[in-house]
């Protein structure tokens, strides 16, 4: 779930809340957290899915940072930071990740991929990155590139790939989405379960003096008893109108 929906607002006060969406599947990662998690076979499908639709559009590679697209296909999320993790999944073949080495173990634990090259401080995870698609002999291909990559990704992966003809890969990733899967339903009809109980817990302990913070941290103390960690946004008074 992408979108925050607003859930219930009156008498100057709005709650609004999202539990998280789902992840790998318990058996398949140690210190499971959610319960909206799925199954492993999942993201393997929407691998294969991927490729067929990269055949439809002329994809050698697809590459992908953190991001709901990136988690789409992983089913993981590191988080964005200024260290360079990206799956470089070719048309044919199995998905590599590359990622710093310290997150290593940390990746082959939480995410549906095993092939993994890793980068130490002093490397340059961009060179990496060339040298991974030479060694699928498609250093010379077209690769798409996920829509949310930030610039100077963009850059630093066309510096390093100069041969490539590096173009957007929106339309893999929205296609991909288009479909859900019964599992996905699954998942979704128990995000909404998860946050419309949540948030009517946390109204019925609304009270005179407490806080913003107090209520938004009641809110996912709500979402984590029911099996996510998820969050809320919680506004009182004129903050209400200006979500």
Same mark, same amino acid.
Request: glycine letters at 6%; a neutral charge.
């Given at each position: 779930?992408?979108?925050?929906s ?10 609004a ?9 318990a ?5 499971s957290f ?6 492993k076979?999942?993201?393997s ?7 067929e ?6 994809l050698?590679?697809l ?11 992983v089913?993981y999320?590191p988080?964005?930071?200024e260290?360079?993790?990206? @799956? ?5 073949g /199995?998905?590599?990740?590359? $990622?710093? +080495?310290? %997150?290593?173990?940390r990746i !082959? &634990?939480r995410s ?8 130490e401080e ?11 698609v030479?060694?699928l002999?498609?250093?010379?291909g077209?690769i ?12 630093r992966?066309k510096?390093?790939m100069?041969?490539?003809?590096? @173009?957007?890969?929106?339309p893999?990733? /929205?296609?991909l989405?288009m $479909?859900k +899967?019964? %599992?996905?339903?699954?998942? !979704? &009809? ?12 946390t109204h ?5 003096g407490?806080?913003e ?20 946004l ?10």
């Open positions: 779930m992408n979108r925050r607003f859930i219930r607002s009156s008498a100057g006060l709005a709650v809340g999202m539990a998280m969406p789902p992840l790998l599947h058996s398949t990662r140690a210190n959610s319960a909206l998690e799925l199954p076979s999942i993201f499908d929407r691998v294969r899915r991927a490729q639709m990269m055949a439809k559009e002329n050698d590679v590459i992908a940072t953190p991001g709901t697209n990136f988690v789409y296909i089913g999320n988080g964005r930071s260290r360079l993790i990206a @799956v470089l999944l070719p048309r044919s /199995n998905p590599v990740m590359i $990622a710093p +080495s310290f %997150e290593r173990e !082959i &634990r549906a991929i095993s092939d993994i090259s890793t980068w002093q490397d340059n995870p961009f060179a990496l990155t060339a040298t991974v030479e060694k002999n498609l250093s010379s077209r798409g590139i996920e829509p949310t990559t930030n610039y100077f990704d963009f850059l992966f510096e390093a100069p041969k490539a003809s590096i @173009v957007d890969g929106s893999v990733f /929205n296609e989405r $479909a +899967s019964i %599992e996905e339903l699954g998942a !979704i &009809r128990k995000a909404i379960e998860i946050t419309l109980a949540s948030i009517t817990a019925e302990q609304l009270k005179e407490v806080s913070q107090e209520i938004s941290r009641l809110l996912s103390s709500e979402m984590e008893k029911r099996g996510s960690n998820g969050g809320g919680v506004q009182f008074g004129q903050d209400s109108a200006l979500p």
